[in-house]
C-alpha cells in the first residue's frame, strides 16, 4: 500500500484525518500510547468544542437567521420540484430526446376537464402508455395513458360527458402537449350541486 505524500502525517505514520474520523470515540490503543496522536486529539478535540460553540450560537443569533423570504423561495422551490412528479417522454430520436413533467400534462388536463361545464377535475395521473414503457420507439412521439378523477354536477349524463371530456383531452394533448393521447380512464367518484 503505498502512501499519499500530499496528505500531512504525524511522526507516527497516522494521519490528521484518520485521527478525526474517530474524534467522536474512545481514543484507541495507539492513540493511547503515541505522544503525536495524543497531541493532535487534544488540539481537534478543542477545534471540534469550537465549531459546535459556533454552531450553537449561530442557531440562536437572529441575525444570522435566513430571512423569510429566502425560506419561503427555498421551500416553494422543493415544493415545485416534489410536484412537477416524473418526467415522460415527449419525443424520442437517436440523437437524443425531449421530455415533459408529468405536473405540466396535468395541468392541461384539468384546464380541459374543469372548461366542461358540470366536471370539476379531482385527481389525475399520467403515465407512459404500455407501448412506449415498456419498449420505447427509437424515434417519434410517445404515447402516454391517462386515469382522470372527476366530480360531475348532479343530473349531468355521465357516459356523455365522459366521452366527450375524452375528445378533449385527446385533442388538447395532441395540441398542447405534443403527446399521443393512449387509454384515458375517467372515474367519477363523486356529485355535487350546481
Given at each position: 500500500?503505498?502512501?499519499?505524500?500530499?496528505?500531512?502525517?504525524?511522526?507516527?505514520?497516522?494521519?490528521?484525518?484518520?485521527?478525526?474520523?474517530?474524534?467522536?470515540?474512545?481514543?484507541?490503543?495507539?492513540?493511547?500510547?503515541?505522544?503525536?496522536?495524543?497531541?493532535?486529539?487534544?488540539?481537534?478535540?478543542?477545534?471540534?468544542?469550537?465549531?459546535?460553540?459556533?454552531?450553537?450560537?449561530?442557531?440562536?443569533?437572529?441575525?444570522?437567521?435566513?430571512?423569510?423570504?429566502?425560506?419561503?423561495?427555498?421551500?416553494?422551490?422543493?415544493?415545485?420540484?416534489?410536484?412537477?412528479?416524473?418526467?415522460?417522454?415527449?419525443?424520442?430520436?437517436?440523437?437524443?430526446?425531449?421530455?415533459?413533467?408529468?405536473?405540466?400534462?396535468?395541468?392541461?388536463?384539468?384546464?380541459?376537464?374543469?372548461?366542461?361545464?358540470?366536471v370539476?377535475?379531482?385527481?389525475?395521473?399520467?403515465?407512459?402508455?404500455?407501448?412506449?414503457?415498456?419498449?420505447?420507439?427509437?424515434?417519434?412521439?410517445?404515447?402516454?395513458?391517462?386515469?382522470?378523477?372527476?366530480?360531475?354536477?348532479s343530473?349531468?349524463?355521465?357516459?356523455?360527458t365522459a366521452?366527450?371530456?375524452?375528445?378533449?383531452?385527446?385533442?388538447?394533448?395532441?395540441?398542447?402537449?405534443?403527446?399521443?393521447?393512449?387509454?384515458?380512464?375517467?372515474?367519477?367518484?363523486?356529485?355535487?350541486?350546481?
Amino acid at each position: 500500500m503505498a502512501i499519499d505524500e500530499t496528505i500531512p502525517r504525524l511522526g507516527c505514520g497516522r494521519s490528521i484525518d484518520e485521527v478525526w474520523a474517530t474524534i467522536k470515540q474512545p481514543p484507541t490503543a495507539h492513540e493511547n500510547g503515541c505522544v503525536q496522536c495524543r497531541t493532535a486529539r487534544a488540539s481537534l478535540a478543542k477545534l471540534a468544542e469550537a465549531t459546535r460553540t459556533l454552531r450553537d450560537n449561530d442557531a440562536v443569533d437572529p441575525s444570522l437567521q435566513p430571512r423569510h423570504a429566502v425560506k419561503d423561495a427555498i421551500m416553494n422551490l422543493a415544493r415545485a420540484e416534489v410536484r412537477r412528479g416524473s418526467l415522460l417522454p415527449v419525443y424520442r430520436a437517436e440523437q437524443g430526446g425531449i421530455t415533459i413533467s408529468e405536473q405540466a400534462i396535468t395541468s392541461v388536463i384539468w384546464f380541459g376537464a374543469d372548461a366542461l361545464p358540470g366536471v370539476r377535475a379531482r385527481r389525475c395521473r399520467v403515465h407512459p402508455g404500455p407501448d412506449t414503457a415498456d419498449a420505447p420507439r427509437s424515434a417519434g412521439t410517445s404515447d402516454i395513458a391517462v386515469n382522470l378523477r372527476i366530480a360531475v354536477a348532479s343530473g349531468t349524463d355521465i357516459p356523455g360527458t365522459a366521452e366527450l371530456l375524452r375528445q378533449r383531452i385527446t385533442s388538447m394533448i395532441t395540441a398542447h402537449v405534443g403527446l399521443n393521447a393512449g387509454a384515458i380512464n375517467i372515474t367519477v367518484e363523486d356529485f355535487y350541486d350546481v
